[in-house]
T-cell receptor, first 114, second 116 residues
Framework: AQSVAQPEDQVNVAEGNPLTVKCTYS??????LFWYVQYPNRGLQFLLK??????LVKGSYGFEAEFNKSQTSFHLKKPSALVSDSALYFC????????????FGAGTRLAVHP | DTGVSQNPRHKITKRGQNVTFRCDPI?????LYWYRQTLGQGPEFLTY????????KSRLLSDRFSAERPKGSFSTLEIQRTEQGDSAMYLC??????????????FGEGSRLTVL
């Protein structure tokens, strides 16, 4: 079965520093991988996706993610964190079946301190 | 606002009562999904509609749960004889068919259920 793991419950980073939120995956076949963000009292928002092609994927709000097939990882990154980036981040993988059934990780809370 | 709309945003009910949540997807989206999110967990898939057809139901969706999308537009999720374990955030998402195979779902803000 398809699955993703987010090994960190929380990531703390100082404003202006680079940030990484980790995700590893387990899939059969080629993975379709995603990152979503959830701000307080807001719905989940799509950030970026990897389907095929370049291993470095760029998304919304200056975020990017690096697909690493050998390490089965899809870590979310940003060169310079903002306080406003503080939110809950979810990694997801598309399940088999031909439509968008997504399997989400447990989430990582990102706290950016001034 | 033309995003996904969910109502009510918060429902408090007593154990054993029935509750119904409504989701209005983005108008041109023919795919609609329900997820459930409990505290400290990621969203868990419940069910999927393409137009009015319910094409998949998770085993998480017990007999007390039923979802409909009668005209291929809005959807309802009903929980009968609620239990305290049903307390969660119920999320609705939609996507157009052309984007549907690449994973971008558009989520509503959710309906939070508290069962006392």
């Amino acid at each position: 079965a398809q699955s993703v793991a987010q090994p960190e419950d929380q990531v703390n980073v100082a404003e202006g520093n680079p940030l990484t939120v980790k995700c590893t995956y387990s899939v059969s076949g080629n993975p379709y991988l995603f990152w979503y963000v959830q701000y307080p009292n807001r719905g989940l928002q799509f950030l970026l996706k990897y389907i095929t092609g370049d291993n470095l994927v760029k998304g919304s709000y200056g975020f990017e993610a690096e697909f690493n097939k050998s390490q089965t990882s899809f870590h979310l990154k940003k060169p310079s964190a903002l306080v406003s980036d503080s939110a809950l981040y979810f990694c997801a993988v598309r399940d088999v079946g031909g439509y968008n059934k997504l399997i989400f990780g447990a989430g990582t809370r990102l706290a950016v301190h001034p | 606002d033309t995003g996904v709309s969910q109502n009510p945003r918060h429902k408090i009910t007593k154990r054993g009562q029935n509750v119904t949540f409504r989701c209005d997807p983005i108008s041109e989206h023919n795919r609609l999904y329900w997820y459930r999110q409990t505290l400290g967990q990621g969203p868990e898939f419940l069910t999927y509609f393409q137009n009015e057809a319910q094409l998949e139901k998770s085993r998480l969706l017990s007999d007390r749960f039923s979802a409909e999308r009668p005209k291929g537009s809005f959807s309802t999720l009903e929980i009968q004889r609620t239990e305290q374990g049903d307390s969660a955030m119920y999320l609705c998402a939609s996507s157009p068919k052309d984007r549907g195979n690449t994973g971008e779902l558009f989520f509503g803000e959710g309906s939070r259920l508290t069962v006392l």
